[in-house]
Structures are given as structure tokens and as C-alpha cells.
């Protein structure tokens, strides 16, 4: 039987790496979160004429979006380093650029993607060492931004 991909009988997608290109920089990570966003809830105090009780409506106040975190094996390139670089030295208007976030399954297939405007490194952090360990040293990306979307 052949798998669909319809939200009722398909199966979840995987995602086994995901490639993020922000301006000329790309670069392959094995974990990202904070792809959404979250209306702040305001509690508004309804009283009816003639009511003895008053109900509360929760309506939706201002959008926040996540901080989008990334984390990888170290490797020796330094772009994403350099780009943090702009923003220790200042530079934050010239580091604000959009990018672009693609899932890929275990074929390299393409399967989810999101887009992101003004987006700033707000932390860099390399592994934690230790010299009687084997891991992998994993390294972290943290970028603010001011709008995500999902367009694919």
C-alpha cells in the first residue's frame, strides 16, 4: 500500500537535517526549535447590564515570535560566527537578514520549509569539552527575528 501524505492517513513527516540559509550563509543542522509564534492572552472583564456575575473573555493581545535555536556538530567554518561577530561589534542593522529554513527527510528530499525576515544572531555558543569524552562537540545558533512563516 502506497503511503499518502494527506494528515489523516499519512504518516509524519522526518526531518533528518535541516539546511538554513541566511543571506549568502548556509549551513546544515541536526536540531532546530522555536518555529512558531504566540498571541499574549488579555483577560477582559465583561458585565452585563442587570448581571449579578461577570464573565471573563479571553481575547488574543500581542504576537510574539520564538527565538529560532539551531544546534550542530562544530565544524571549521565561520560564517554564522562572523555574522554574530557584526552584532558584538555594533553592527546590528547590517546583520538583520531574512532566511530560510528547509527540513529534509531521510532521501534528502525537500519535505517542509520556513521563511524568516530580520533575522539577528543573539547567541553563538560552542561545545562543551572534555578530555576523556568521545561526542561530538555541539555548537549553538540563536536567532531573533521579526516574523516566521511556514511556505511549504
Same mark, same amino acid.
Given at each position: 500500500m502506497a503511503a499518502t501524505n494527506d494528515g489523516l492517513t499519512g504518516d509524519p513527516m522526518i526531518g533528518a537535517h535541516f539546511e538554513v540559509s541566511v543571506g549568502a550563509i548556509t549551513g546544515y543542522f541536526t536540531e532546530v526549535s522555536g518555529l512558531g509564534s504566540e498571541s499574549e492572552v488579555v483577560d477582559h472583564k465583561i458585565i452585563a447590564k442587570g448581571a449579578k456575575e461577570s464573565i471573563i473573555r479571553k481575547i488574543p493581545g500581542r504576537l510574539k515570535w520564538g527565538d529560532i535555536t539551531l544546534k550542530r556538530g562544530i565544524t571549521k567554518n565561520l560564517d554564522?560566527?562572523?555574522?554574530?561577530?557584526?552584532?558584538?561589534?555594533?553592527?546590528?542593522?547590517?546583520?538583520? &537578514?531574512? @532566511?530560510?529554513?528547509?527540513?529534509?527527510?531521510?532521501?534528502? %528530499?525537500?519535505?517542509?520549509?520556513? %521563511?524568516? %525576515?530580520?533575522?539577528?544572531?543573539?547567541?553563538?555558543? @560552542?561545545?562543551? &569539552?572534555?578530555?576523556?569524552?568521545?561526542?561530538?562537540?555541539?555548537?549553538? &545558533? %540563536?536567532?531573533?527575528?521579526?516574523?516566521?512563516?511556514?511556505?511549504?
Open positions: 554564522f560566527y562572523n555574522w554574530r561577530k557584526q552584532v558584538e561589534q555594533g553592527q546590528v542593522e547590517a546583520a538583520r &537578514l531574512d @532566511g530560510t529554513i528547509i527540513m529534509y527527510d531521510q532521501t534528502m %528530499t525537500a519535505v517542509a520549509e520556513w %521563511t524568516f %525576515t530580520k533575522g539577528w544572531p543573539s547567541k553563538i555558543g @560552542g561545545p562543551s &569539552l572534555s578530555a576523556d569524552g568521545n561526542a561530538v562537540g555541539i555548537e549553538d &545558533l %540563536t536567532i531573533v527575528h521579526e516574523g516566521i512563516k511556514r511556505v511549504k
